[in-house]
């Protein structure tokens, strides 16, 4: 098993290094137009130069890599453009919202689409062909719509909950319950319609088993049947799926943040974006890259750790 984490590891550092490499080189290729474009219109050619020279980008894309690679081992992503404050620290306040998000979302996602999965598959027939149905609508969906959705119907018709803004946890924990509750659905909605079909084929093709079958004939009860040796078997192709969607969740966690006006690093990202604040774009970088290496890793180590055979594979 060490060595199978080892492995996992070992593969994440090259994509991240790859990652923020290709990222890096197409970023601050050309610096100097950056620096324009954040200096504004009136800036002159000699306020231009001082400032590329400044911040060092003059020199080759490579050896500005390695700095500030090595920067990054040191815990530092460098200074904003804009606001001159450490990337680290304005993520710093950023990251949780964001984080709140995605991590509550594959919660959700993963609980509904287990349940949704088994009972689809269990049950088969009308509760089959139904949840087939609504999962079919549900993926047609795009999460920017069912956000505008829900904000007309509990926020605007129904004013349940908050339609934007946040409240951080140690503030309210009711409070910042209730303003991720729209976000978090918008989300999960169309996570949970493509997960659960995901989970729904698993357990369909390891009910088939022989083995299934052997255990009914011992008369193992229909739930241990279900939950303890089907459900262990058809976690590999679920656990997959889910880890699969993170980048996508990741992504639509940026356009959810927008509509909701919550300050979180999809927000931040899409100003620096704008303004050419390049090490806030790399900081965003290295936090989503991470982040995505994180749960595909723990997806595969708890597979492995469920299924022996992937390890061996």
């Known amino acids: 098993m060490l060595m199978f984490v080892g492995r996992k590891l070992a593969a994440g550092l090259v994509l991240f290094i790859t990652v923020t490499f290709v990222t890096f080189l197409l970023l601050f290729s050309n610096g100097e137009e ?51 404050e450490t990337v680290t620290s304005i993520l710093a306040t950023r990251i949780p919202v964001t984080l709140s998000i ?55 018709a129904l004013p349940i909950f908050p339609a934007t803004g946040y409240v951080p946890f140690g503030e309210d924990p009711g409070r910042w319950a209730t303003s991720l509750v729209l976000p978090i659905a918008a989300l999960v909605i169309h996570m949970v319609a493509n997960s659960a079909q995901q989970f729904r084929g698993a357990m369909v093709d390891a009910l088939k088993q022989d083995y299934i079958r052997t255990l009914r004939s011992r008369g193992l009860s229909e739930r241990a049947v279900v939950l303890r040796h089907a459900l262990r078997n058809a ?23 927008q509509i909701f006006a919550l300050p979180g690093v999809g927000q931040f990202t899409i100003r620096a974006a704008i303004a050419g604040d390049l090490p806030s774009v790399m900081g965003v970088v ?27 594979s």
Request: hydrophobic letters at 55%; a neutral charge; zero cysteines.
């Open 102 to 156: 995605i991590f509550l979302a594959l919660l959700v996602t993963s609980v509904v689409s287990i349940a949704v999965g088994v009972v689809s598959a269990v049950k088969g027939g009308w509760v089959d062909r139904s949840l087939q149905f609504l999962a079919g609508g549900a993926a047609a969906l795009p999460s920017f719509l069912v956000a505008i959705a829900l904000t007309f119907l509990f926020a605007i």
């Open 34 to 84: 950056s620096v324009r474009n954040n200096l504004g219109e009136l800036a002159t050619e000699d306020q231009i130069a001082q400032r590329v020279n400044e911040l060092n980008l003059d020199q080759p894309v490579v050896v500005q890599y390695v700095k500030w690679l090595g920067s990054l081992l040191t815990g530092s992503l460098g200074r904003s453009f804009n606001s001159g």
């Open 286 to 312: 290295v936090f989503g890259t991470l982040l995505v290496l994180v749960v595909n890793i723990l997806a595969d180590v708890v597979n492995a750790w469920i299924n022996p055979r992937v390890r061996l």
């Open 235 to 257: 976690a590999a192709p679920g656990l997959t799926i889910l880890s699969v969607q993170t980048i996508g969740l990741v992504g639509g966690a940026v356009l959810i943040e």
